[in-house]
């Protein structure tokens, strides 16, 4: 079992920056990968970046230079970092950690709110 806990959502101006943490319940370094998905009102989750155990790291081409997905594995934490923020990126962002072992599970964290807004 793993609990995710997220943190660092609010309200941004276009062009702002946030940084979102994800503190686990438990050890992340044997956890296969770790990501961070959004979902916008009215649209379907999709993934935003994810980090796996060896550090190969993957984004979606709309954040792509702006955002920066990085794991600490001695705080059993997940970051993004949004830098350019855009109205587009209004969300509702969650954690998400990817286990192959003893199943495959996947474990997600309540969500945070991030919207951009002049």
């Known amino acids: 079992q793993v609990q995710l806990v997220e943190s660092g959502g609010g309200s941004v101006q276009p062009g702002g920056s946030l940084r979102l943490s994800c503190a686990a319940s438990?050890?992340?370094?044997?956890?296969?990968?770790m990501g961070w998905y959004r979902q916008a009102p009215g649209k379907q989750r999709e993934l935003v970046a994810v980090?796996?155990?060896?550090?190969?790291?993957n984004y979606a081409d709309s954040v792509k230079g702006r955002f920066t997905i990085s794991r600490d594995n001695a705080k059993n934490t997940v970051y993004l970092q949004m830098n350019s923020l855009k109205p587009e990126d209004t969300a509702v962002y969650y954690c998400?950690?990817?286990?192959?072992?003893?199943?495959?599970?996947?474990?997600w964290g309540q969500g945070t709110q991030v919207t951009v807004s002049s």
């Open positions: 980090i796996t155990s060896g550090g190969s790291i």
């Open positions: 998400n950690a990817y286990l192959l072992s003893p199943v495959v599970t996947d474990y």
């Open positions: 438990r050890s992340i370094f044997s956890i296969n990968a």
